[in-house]
């Protein structure tokens, strides 16, 4: 337990000393995305909860591509139908580099990108309405880096499904709040001999 303990504080310590180097070559990018969340505070009011955990890793400087895993659970409220929600996949993000095209950045500690995703995914609801099929999604995003390996982010994003099941198509537009670690190559190893 020591070991762990002492492990976290290492990558912790590694994280806050690494400077401008999040979206180099080389780099890893793990974090999760907070698709939405709801609580209802009336009597039979209900709740809506969505996961996104992904990993990438930079294959260049700006551009990483990796996967995601989407996990959601929601329950409207009384006497409505209860809904699961699933998919996994490949994803692609591209930063842009400040003054790129003409976009600066909106803070100096922050960098825009854009994020697409492709994968298997779908719906099922307690009354029998269900869709299984292609997965995607595209959108805008801001990471703003609140130490210099971890982001806070912000993403516009349009999702669909389309298959098979009752519905063929369903598509929605979510604004999505969530976090990223960007963890250089040669830290990820110094951890994993650490726990070794």
């Given amino acids: 337990m020591k070991k762990l303990i002492f492990t976290g504080i290492l990558a912790i310590a590694g994280l806050a000393t690494t400077a401008n180097a999040q979206i180099q ?34 294959v260049e400087d700006n551009v990483a591509v990796g996967g995601y895993v989407t996990l959601g659970f929601s329950k409207p409220g009384a006497g409505q139908s209860t809904q ?19 976009v600066d950045n909106l803070l100096n500690h922050g960098r825009w ?3 697409g995703n492709v994968g298997v995914g779908g719906f099922n609801v307690e009354n029998g309405i269900s869709t299984t099929g292609l997965d995607f999604g595209v959108g805008p995003g801001y990471s703003y880096f609140i130490t210099p390996n971890i982001g806070v982010e912000g993403l516009v994003k349009y999702n669909g499904v389309t298959g098979f099941g009752n ?3 369903t598509s929605r537009i ?3 709040v969530g976090f990223s670690i960007y963890l250089p190559t040669s830290k ?6 650490d726990v070794r």
């Fill in 25 to 58: 070559k080389g780099n890893w990018m793990v974090g999760s995305s907070l698709l939405s969340s709801n609580f209802g505070l009336n009597t039979g009011a209900g709740y809506d909860i969505k996961l996104q955990p992904r990993a990438a890793y930079f």
């Fill in 84 to 102: 699961f929600d699933y998919g996994v996949g490949a994803l692609g993000r591209y930063f842009l580099s400040p003054g790129e095209k003409g």
């Fill in 113 to 115: 990108f854009f994020e």
């Fill in 167 to 169: 519905e063929g198509l």
């Fill in 174 to 176: 979510s604004f999505n």
């Fill in 188 to 193: 990820a190893k110094d951890v994993a001999n």
